[in-house]
């Protein structure tokens, strides 16, 4: 497993320089020195930590950069630091930072204690799905991950030789919420009903297991029916409207097949299509992760 990946957002070089020296082995850190430097690197990476300094010349910008990774990375814990009064870093927790630390306290080994405990604490899904339905949840993945959270895929955490329900279980004692992918295919699979039941369990017994107490939450993405162990009590997060946008075209896509310059037009407007629906969807789950 490689080194956490954080962002370090400050305007100083040379107190960056310190920082890469006492925090660089630990950390892959990328360094920015402004919120327009700092906002690709978001979108385009998933990050465990946001270390963001409160003064970058303007002293409101490091708090409208709080907000920003709030707003588009919600489940990313946010580190600020500050070289001004304490009442700036209270503002600074008010907008939404986890924890607050003064440049001119710093204590290397308290600030690496605290980065890996809120490193650690990063909310963590477990994507249980069945195979025919992989495409849309490694997009599901990709920006969840970007989003600030941590998943467990069964691709990315099982190998050659590994007992599958080893991992599994394994996983299921890690994660703070399995997110059930239901489809006609997945609600059929065995391991998609073992998975969901082990951790429907363990969520009912309310017993924590490494400190994680899971819990359940079904995402309907095509039309099928729960199952049993699911049906009643169970709300789930539903969106079919992500998957008719490209269903609902199946016919207009074999009518045009061989019309490659109608086709690659219908294609991008599927995909502009399906993208407007996925935020919708993906903005109200984002929510209901952080409850």
């Known amino acids: 497993m490689g080194k956490p990946t954080v962002l370090w957002v400050d305007d100083d070089p040379s107190f960056c320089n310190e920082m890469e020296d006492f925090f660089g082995k630990k950390y892959d850190l990328h360094f920015a020195n402004s919120l327009n430097e700092?906002?690709?690197?978001?979108?385009?990476?998933s990050f465990q930590l946001a270390i963001i300094d409160l003064d970058l010349g303007d002293k409101e910008s490091g708090i409208d950069l709080v907000r920003m990774v709030k707003g588009q990375n919600p489940g990313l814990?946010?580190?600020?630091?500050?070289?001004?009064?304490?009442?700036d870093l209270t503002l600074a927790q008010e907008t939404g930072a986890d924890y607050t630390f003064a440049k001119s306290e710093f204590?290397?080994?308290?600030?690496?204690?605290?980065?890996?405990?809120?490193?650690?604490?990063?909310?963590?899904?477990?994507?249980?799905?069945?195979?025919?339905?992989k495409p849309f949840v490694r997009r599901l993945k990709r920006e969840l991950n970007k989003a600030g959270f941590k998943t467990w895929l069964d691709e990315d955490e099982i190998k050659a030789g590994d007992s599958l329900l080893e991992k599994i279980h394994d996983g299921l004692g890690k994660v703070d919420y399995l997110l059930a992918i239901l489809t006609p295919k997945s609600v059929e699979s065995n391991w998609v009903k073992e998975e969901i039941k082990t951790a429907r369990k363990r969520q009912f017994d309310g017993v924590p297991i490494n400190g994680k107490v899971i819990k359940v939450i079904p995402l309907m993405y095509e039309k099928c029916d729960l199952p049993l162990f699911l049906s009643g009590d169970v709300v789930y997060a539903d969106w079919t409207t992500v998957s008719t946008t490209i269903?609902?075209?199946?016919?207009?896509?074999?009518?045009?097949?061989?019309?490659p310059y109608e086709f690659k037009d219908l294609r991008k407007t599927l995909c502009e299509q399906f993208d407007e629906a996925f935020d919708i969807s993906f903005k109200k789950l984002c929510k209901d992760l952080q409850q």
């Open 107 to 133: 204590d290397a080994h308290d600030w690496m204690e605290r980065f890996q405990s809120f490193i650690e604490s990063q909310v963590s899904i477990f994507l249980s799905h069945t195979s025919s339905d």
């Open 247 to 259: 269903s609902n075209k199946k016919e207009q896509l074999a009518e045009i097949i061989c019309e």
């Open 77 to 87: 814990p946010i580190v600020v630091i500050s070289n001004g009064k304490h009442r």
């Open 38 to 45: 700092a906002s690709p690197l978001l979108k385009e990476k």
